[in-house]
């Protein structure tokens, strides 16, 4: 069964720098898979942050984070990560690690929709104080 553990949360000041990892393990048969970070602030939708084949080819970002986050993967580690810089109160959110496993790449029409991933990780909170 695939899982996704994610990892690095936590609280910082506005300016400040995290590190989100995201662990994949269960899956056999795919070298490359497309997966994303995710986020919902309370009482918002789910959006799409960030998204990446993982062979590297294509990154994805949504408009509000562009230039501050940086999606990457680690295919050894079968790690996913994203670093986040010069972050700001409205970062604040539960962040989650998803995967999709159907298709053979991120589309730049869908990869920030729910439904393009079929796994989910439980999700790691980051905080951001002003």
């Known amino acids: 069964q695939v899982q996704l553990v994610e990892s690095g949360g936590g609280s910082v000041q506005a300016g400040g720098s995290l590190t989100l990892s995201c662990a994949a393990s269960?899956?056999?048969?795919?070298?490359?898979?497309?997966m994303g970070w995710f986020r919902q602030a309370p009482g918002k939708e789910r959006e799409g942050v960030a998204a990446?084949?993982?062979?590297?080819?294509?990154?994805y970002y949504t408009d509000s984070v562009k230039g501050r986050f940086t999606i990457s993967a680690d295919n050894a580690k079968n790690t996913l990560y994203l670093q986040m810089n010069t972050l700001k109160p409205e970062d604040t959110a539960m962040y989650y690690c998803?995967?999709?496993?159907?298709?053979?790449?991120?589309?730049?029409?869908?990869?920030?929709?729910?439904?393009?991933?079929?796994?989910w990780g439980q999700g790691t909170q980051v905080t951001v104080s002003s």
């Open positions: 269960g899956y056999t048969g795919r070298t490359y898979v497309c």
């Open positions: 990446m084949y993982t062979d590297g080819d294509n990154t």
């Open positions: 998803a995967a999709d496993f159907r298709s053979y790449a991120c589309y730049s029409d869908s990869w920030s929709l729910n439904s393009h991933y079929n796994v």
